[in-house]
């Protein structure tokens, strides 16, 4: 059974840093392009980052860029999102979702996704 464990989440001030897991197990993991996406309540799920099955590409929302990395170490079969520079606006429950078909051009759209985790609470306040 495909299962997706994320961890890591929780308070830090604005200014500092997290580094998001997502563990993965009941699924060839290189077979795989792997998406982080977060959701605030009352609004609509937002991709993140993503990256390709094997790293060959990666993609981040425009608010993102520059503060957060996505990498993947297919050997142990994560996913990380390393985030710095947090501000108040990225506090949301953080998702990791996998699936085979995505590319480039699609892997921050959710209806892409099939195979989601339980989320990670982020909360970025002083």
């Known amino acids: 059974q495909l299962q997706l464990v994320e961890s890591g989440g929780g308070l830090v001030q604005p200014g500092g840093s997290l580094k998001l897991s997502c563990a993965a197990s009941?699924?060839?993991?290189?077979?795989?392009?792997i998406g982080w996406f977060r959701q605030v309540p009352g609004k609509e799920r937002e991709g993140v980052s993503c990256?390709?099955?094997?790293?060959?590409?990666?993609n981040y929302a425009d608010s993102v860029k520059g503060r957060f990395t996505i990498s993947r170490d297919n050997f142990n079969t994560m996913v990380y999102l390393e985030m710095n520079s947090l501000k108040p606006e990225d506090t949301a429950v953080y998702y990791c979702?996998?699936?085979?078909?995505?590319?480039?051009?699609?892997?921050?759209?959710?209806?892409?996704?099939?195979?989601w985790g339980q989320g990670t609470q982020v909360t970025v306040s002083s």
């Open positions: 979702a996998a699936d085979p078909d995505p590319t480039v051009s699609t892997c921050d759209l959710e209806p892409v996704y099939d195979y």
């Open positions: 009941g699924f060839t993991w290189h077979y795989y392009a």
């Open positions: 990256v390709g099955r094997t790293g060959d590409y990666t």
